[in-house]
């Protein structure tokens, strides 16, 4: 080969080199102007909400409640507040049960059982949202409301029911102990979670005999003085609280896992238990890491469409109580989109609405991703 | 006698008694949908309820629930009622009546029974009568009507073309119906089947539920277009999501320098991933479909205007929507996979002379090969599960035409389609009279999840492989 071939072939196979980088900081560029253009898009498309004056009140995109209380245009008010109440309730579920499994997981799970749950947590992030949102709405919504008392029962009488296969187990003599092996008592505590909730359906439908006279809506408007529909916050906080438990609990169970393992050496060598250097030392240190958790689990769920839309009963109130449904953002756009005419008012509220999800979401994982980062930083 | 117990070590049982609930409460849930959705084809028993007031009534019992009501003294009482699908459009229009089970004088199960599934117009639950060819009676009663549609059964489809020919079944309380031949999909006799006959039955069902179109208004038939679309929507979504997810990928582990284009494009991974699935399929809206559609039918089909081709929703936008949604996927799946390549790799290669792309190309892809699988397989299992978004780009609740078929061009892709997905949504959430439809909506729902988790689990174990490889490697 001459020195000019070989020449000419190196300039083509810099070329290539050349070329091929460009490409790919063209799928960078590509990436950074989609994620702009949504904004745009979105905000070119209701833009004009904001600058034409409005014809007539009906028109009016926020919803105008006339004198005798009814609303007309289209109210973005409940909407917004059916939002943070889905939201709200979905944490109040996920939170607790999402941050002390992964305090569980973390401390005191052997790691052998710890790697195996890892892709049992990955399925059940996996479980599609419309899933999740049918069967809720469709089974699990009927049961609960014809169970309410087993529902308020069953926290109780589950803890109950741990507590006591803690103490048979503990006070058994040792060679009748079964399953001695440290992360073994997942199946006994699986053993009292069933027999918990067995135990408080039983004893929700002894309370059902003794006061129920009519159904449960009977009962609610007479002793409480509450409405109560069956698709009501309750089911969702629980249904998209098992949607969000999955991205709590993993970004939870890192956080906690981060932890110097100086941190617990110290704490156990000054005489703590395991339980008090989990919950004083390490879940602290972890603070900022499972806030962020719960952040993005909060994210989730301001944008999650199908659940509440199976759930939540699409009836756009203001009221926060438990026992009503609501009727979310997210929902709205999904139902009401596909009818409305292009550039017509709807059209352009219903884009608002997106865009109020979007920028929501947008700030929130922003917040939670800096308070990430300040962790890593710090057990850097 | 163990020592006293501590308050604590209770604690740490009650913390991983959440952990146990949250598996148990999905467990629940799946099993639910399990049980619900394998049950559905199973045939159920024809009930002949004799009521006190003398009405009769032939249906299958869906449902027993309890009713409470107080009386004028203040007594209690606990009745049952009955949830039964009838069968019979023409008195009951909804189909589903309440039965009071204390109304209930008596209750059998006729052997000859049967249900007609009817091609149009839903079941039908009645007695065989007569068999009627042109006009003329040729058979009468179960058995001599059940022979004769048996016999002709293997060349049914011939014959219903060429001859007048219809099953007369009269209903529980004497009335008469004829059903034209041509419109009988099958007929059974449930409480005529052994348990054998019933597994064959069960087997067939499930067999054409999975390559027949929908019948009735979804809540009849198959899902086999919904499953088609899901598929070609799929398809679609990875031809455009995978070079874009891998260059994104690329550049972000290989070629981009450190600086704030690099930190901008990795910030704009980051929040593609975190905007909510509906804002996705907004924008799709707003910008694919009237947007890029509308251009192209004024460039293109402008002699259509004003009936749009492209301007309306349609696989490709939906397709264009959901390869934004799962562009971060792929490009968080590549990029692990460039990760765990050694660097010893690249640098020896480099050493040798290589390029970056020859290096890329040579070295890197072949390892990282794998992992653009897993990859693709979890942003098409994301994109199968996705719902929300494309209710709003182009997907309907029923549609005779597939995306692909022998028609020029033969790849449609304007045509909007059937979705596995909004399959489960239409036919589990319909405000009046839904319960009709929600057997169907069950068996979709479980096929949907058994995809999903099924793609789920070979991109993990695929990844775990992957893993113990390297960890290998590296020792």
Redesign the interface.
Known sequence: MTERARGRRMDRRRMLDLLVGRLAALGGVVLILTILSVFAVIMWVFYPLFTSPFTSPAEYPWGVSGPDGTASGYPILPLISGTLKGAVYTLIFAVPVSVLAALYASQFLPRVLKERLKPLVEIMAAVPSVVLGFIGGVWLAPFLASHVFALFLAPVFISGAVVAVFLIRHYAPVRFRAFTHPGREIWLLLVALLAGGWLALECGTLLEAAWLRAGYETWFEESLGLTFTQRNAIVVGMVMGLAVTPIIFTLSEEALSAVPRSFLEGSVSLGATRWQTAVRIVLPAAGSGILAAVLLGFSRAIGETMIVLFISGNVPVLDWSAFTGFRALSASVALDLPNAARDDTLYRVLFFAAFLLLVSTFAINTVAELVRRRLRRRYA | ??SK??K???????????????????AG??L??VV?GLGGFWPRELTRYELRDGRIVLGHEMSR?SV???NAAGG?T?AYRLRVRTGDRARYPDEYIWLEEGRVAARDAPREAVVVEQVRGGDYFGFLDSFVDDGAVVARGYEAVRAHYLEQSPELERLRRQRALSIVLSSVDGRQQAISLANVQRIYAPNAMTTWTRVQHYLVSAWSYLWTPPRDDNRLGGVYPAIFGTAAMVILMSIVVMP?G???A???R???KPGP??N??RI?????A??????????G???FV??LGGTLDRQFFPADLPEPTFGRGGILWCALTLA?LT?PVVIVAVEEGLAAVPSGLREASHALGA????T?WRVVVPVVLPSMLTGLILSV??A?????PL??TGVVAFSAALPVDGAWPFVHLEREFMHL?YH??DT??RPDGGEAS?PM?YTS?LL??SI??AL??AA?GLR?RLRRRYSLAAA
């Open positions: 006698m163990g117990w501590s604590d070590d209770a604690l740490i049982w009650m913390s991983g008694g959440s952990l146990v609930l949250g598996f148990l409460m999905v849930l799946i639910v949908i619900h629930v409470r009501t107080t209690r606990e874009f891998v260059l994104a690329f550049y972000l290989e070629y981009g284009f690099l901008a494009v704009a991974v980051n929040s593609l975190g905007v909510p699935s509906i804002v996705f399929g907004v924008f809206l707003g910008f009237y947007f934004l562009l390029t970056r792309f020859e890329l299992a994301r199968a599960g996705t719902v929300a209710m709003i997905g489960i949504f589990g959430f929600l909506a729902t949907l999840l999903v988790v789920n689990a993990i775990s």
